[in-house]
Structure formats: C-alpha cells, structure tokens
C-alpha cells in the first residue's frame, strides 16, 4: 500500500508551496476570493485554527493582523518555512499534525477552522470524512467552517487535456474523472457531490465558492492584464463564484458553513 505521508513529503519537498498563491496573477486570484469570504464572517476578537495552513500563507497574513491563530501543517518542510517567517509581534502558534486527527484540542475552541488544503490529499472516504468531522468538532457553536476542495472537472480541463493520451485511462476513469489513488497525489470532487457528503454533519450551509474560476484554463490572457485590469477580473470573479452554472471548471472552490 502507498506511503500517503512519503507521497505528500515528496511532492512539498519539490514543489515552491510558499509562491502558490503569488507567483502570477493566475495563483494571486485564489487568494483574493478567499480572503474575502473569510473577512465576511471574522471579527476583531475571533480565534482562527488552520488546519494544513502550507508555509502560512493565510495564518501569517491574519496573524499580522493581530488575530490569536493556530496553524496546523502535516509536511515538515512547509512548517518550517511557517515557523521561519514568525516574528515576535505575533499571536500564532504552528505545529506538526494531520487534519484527520485533531484531538490535542478541545470541542468548540475556535471561532472560525480553515480547511484549505488537507483534502486535496485525502483518497479514503473515511480519512475525508474524519477531516471534515475534527473541523466541525473543533469550531465553536455558530462559528464558521471553510473546506477547500478541487473541482474534477478543473483539474481536467487545465491538466487532463494535456496528457489525452498518457493521462487517460490511466489517471481518469472512462467518465473522466481523476482516479483516487495516493501516487496521484491529488483527489476531486463533484461539487454537489461534496455538498452531499457535507450534509452529514451538523452544520448550516453558507457558500459554495469558486475561488479562482477559469483562471487556469485562460491563465496567458490574466497574466497579462495589467493591475487595473486585473482588479477589474477578480471583480468579475467576486461576482460569479457562487453561481453554480459556472462553478465545474475552477481550479479550486471552498465550501462554507456554520456550525449548529
């Protein structure tokens, strides 16, 4: 059976995680839809947990903001580019751990959980399942869950059509869809087919969100408008991500909900 813990190393261990979300204007989208939702339901004195929070991207960004977070990353590496990148002035505690395992904390300790990378990784039903309960378990009653998923046909559509031949049957079913397996590295989800699986937990549905849209799939043309331009796309952006007519093909979506 695959090593899921060596298979997720290897892939942070030679992937720049730190530049994701700023290396060009095609990641920068993700984060600004992102961001956004967020602020639409923190406050001045909430307590933040992210669990799989990379090297820091969000925690940092709220930490600096005087926000008391706690961030959870399963890669060593990614840790230590967190943990590097701390100073003083900050409320953020970092620590080693997995999402389907959040038992060194308490029932209803946070007021918002950020979910945002650990199920792009997780294959088994019930390791997804786990990961989803520990984040519910762990918010406060009222607070706000957001879990980040991958979109099948996102992943199709910028990877899948360059790999036709060698990519399928392989790594795509005849339906097209991504086969689950650990050395693919990534797993994908239908959209109501996350929303399904989310209505097994005791939680109100909020959102679901489109973070970065079609960006993938015309990532030349958004790389290439200028900041104005580009201001005016993630606008545009801002505006469609909840329609569900064209929310398939993002790259990336999150699901928000409140705890009961």
Not at 131 to 145: C, D, F, M, P, Q
Request: glycine share 6%; proline share 2%; aromatic share 12%.
């Amino acid at each position: 059976m695959a090593d899921r813990n060596k298979i997720i190393d290897d892939y942070y261990n030679n992937y720049d995680e730190d530049r994701r979300l700023v290396k060009d204007q095609t990641h920068m989208v993700e984060f600004e839809v992102t961001t956004k939702y967020i602020e639409k339901y923190l406050k001045e004195n909430h307590k933040i947990l992210e669990v799989g929070a990379g090297t820091g991207r969000y925690s940092l960004y709220y930490a600096n903001r005087g926000y008391d977070v706690t961030a959870i990353e399963f890669v060593q590496h990614n840790l230590d580019v967190l943990k590097s990148k701390i100073t003083a002035d900050m409320k953020i505690v970092a620590q080693q751990g997995d999402a389907v395992d959040l038992s060194r904390f308490e029932d209803n300790a946070f007021d918002m959980t950020l979910v945002l990378g650990p199920l792009y990784h997780l294959y088994e039903d019930a390791d997804i399942r786990s990961a989803i309960a520990e984040a519910v378990r762990v918010t406060k009653k009222g607070g706000v869950v957001m879990i980040a998923y991958i979109p099948n046909d996102g992943v199709f559509s910028n990877w899948g059509v360059s790999h036709l031949l060698d990519g399928y049957p392989k790594d795509f079913d005849e339906n097209f869809r991504l086969r689950r397996y650990p050395e693919g590295v990534f797993a994908t989800f239908y959209i109501e087919e996350f929303k399904q699986i989310m209505k097994e937990f005791d939680v109100e549905y909020l959102h679901n969100v489109a973070t970065d849209g079609l960006v993938n799939i015309m990532s030349e043309k958004i790389n290439n408008l200028s900041k104005k331009e580009f201001d005016v796309w993630v606008k545009y952006q801002l505006s469609i991500c909840e329609r569900a007519d064209l929310q398939g093909f993002s790259g990336h979506a999150l699901y928000i909900c409140r705890k009961n």
